[in-house]
């Protein structure tokens, strides 16, 4: 798994909070939907929470596609 966050205070939240709690398969990475670009290989799936909502119309449909991009077909 792959978790994602513009801001580092919150990645580092994410960290400790995983580490607390025993969680060792993810791999945290300091980005955004408009600069996504963060699998080695493709996703099974994309999960955004609270985040979209935030970007204008044109953004929302570029970060769309950024994040069909790193889906696998079918994703």
Known sequence: ???TDVSEKML???????K???IENIEF????????DVAPQPFDAVVSQLALHHL???????AVHNIFKV????G
């Open 71 to 74: 889906l696998k077909n079918g």
């Open 29 to 36: 990475k300091n980005a955004g939907f408009l600069n996504l």
């Open 12 to 18: 580092a939240y994410a960290l400790k909070k995983s």
């Open 56 to 62: 204008p119309d044109f953004w929302k449909s570029v």
């Open 20 to 22: 607390g709690q025993q």
């Open 1 to 3: 798994m792959v978790a």
